[in-house]
């Protein structure tokens, strides 16, 4: 059981912790450029602070999945069966490419038009309204929302607090429900830089 707790703080909450944290610098865009630059300014040192923390959770998490070796392959570990330890296995995988894709994109954006907010959003928007990369964004933020929810899931065993049927149901429940809200919240700001709108809190 300490194991899986080892394995679950290393490959869930780290991904969880930056896609929160992604989420909030570019939900102030849901008010337009002038509000993205007030309230989510771009500058180099926050962009290499965030760069050592995303490789720093893709190392914690490729050692998280090493932790339990073959043992998954007779046990599942934490999750309910094999068959959801394959399928957080490519939800992560997927949810990784996303995350560094979008540590290459601010990257690229700050090299070109240098640590300007305003200008960044100008090129997300041009960006992500592409049908290929808004393609790609969604698939990603759907393995994403998957991931977290089969990892929270996984969490509550792993600490002893889903023993009963029961009460797994209900916890397996609460953490679908919580991964949902966070990807309609990932999806509203993507529908901003699609669309320019967005289902709520937009102009």
Do not use: D
Request: net charge positive; hydrophobic share 55%; charged share 10%.
């Amino acid at each position: 059981m300490p194991r899986y707790r080892s394995h679950i703080a290393l490959t869930v909450w780290p991904l969880a912790v930056l896609f929160v944290v992604e989420l909030a610098r570019l939900w102030p865009a849901l008010l337009g450029a002038s509000s993205f630059a007030e309230e989510s300014p771009a500058s180099w040192l926050s962009l290499l602070i965030w760069t050592v923390l995303v490789l720093g959770s893709l190392a914690a998490y490729a050692r998280g999945w090493s932790m339990l070796g073959s043992e998954t392959a007779e046990t599942a570990g934490p999750y309910r069966s094999n068959g959801c330890w394959r399928l957080q296995k490519l939800a992560g995988g997927l949810a990784w490419a996303l995350v560094v894709s979008q540590l290459v994109l601010h990257w690229v954006m700050t090299v070109r038009v240098g640590p300007v907010a305003i200008s960044q959003y100008e090129l997300l928007r041009e960006f992500l309204s592409r049908p290929a990369v808004m393609a790609f964004y969604v698939l990603g933020l759907g393995a994403l929302g998957l991931f977290l929810s089969q990892g929270i899931a996984a969490s509550f065993r792993a600490w002893g607090l889903a023993r009963q049927p029961e009460s797994s149901r209900w916890l397996e429940i609460a953490g679908t429900l919580t991964s949902a809200v966070l990807l309609l919240m990932a999806i509203n700001v993507l529908s901003h830089f699609v669309t320019g709108r967005a289902y709520w809190m937009g102009p």
